[in-house]
């Protein structure tokens, strides 16, 4: 869970509403794995900084250094990957149409030029 509010101000009053629900709720958090006062860092496989919600780098180096798949696996495991990176690709849908067209009807997989 992650409570960022758009101003200083306004902080203390949202982490309030947030700890009232939990309450409601009857939930709890583990204090060991709460941080506070944090001003970025890695939150669910994404950069959280004051900008917003950013790529994580290291999901990006690991498909760039992915080699060529060579099999139907190796080219869903990109497909997965890349789709994860989606929300920071502009026009994401319509760039990945064609691969996720060919592994939808692929019962072998070979790697060429379109």
């Known amino acids: 869970m992650l409570v960022k509010s758009k101003k200083a101000e306004k902080h203390v009053r949202d982490l309030e509403e947030t700890f009232l629900v939990l309450r409601k709720y009857k939930l709890k958090l583990n204090p060991a ?3 506070s006062r944090v001003q970025g860092g890695r939150f669910l496989g994404f950069m ?3 900008r917003g919600i950013e790529a994580n780098p290291l999901k990006i180096k690991a498909i760039i250094d992915m080699k060529a798949p060579t099999c139907l696996n190796e080219a869903q495991r990109l497909t997965g990957r890349i789709a994860v990176l ?9 760039k990945s149409l064609s691969f996720f067209k060919m592994l939808r009807k692929a019962k072998t997989f070979e790697l060429g030029t379109p």
């Not at 989606?86 to 319509?94: G, N, P, T, V």
């Open 86 to 94: 989606s929300r920071f690709i502009s026009k994401s849908a319509k």
């Open 33 to 35: 794995k709460c941080a």
């Open 48 to 50: 959280v900084t004051q």
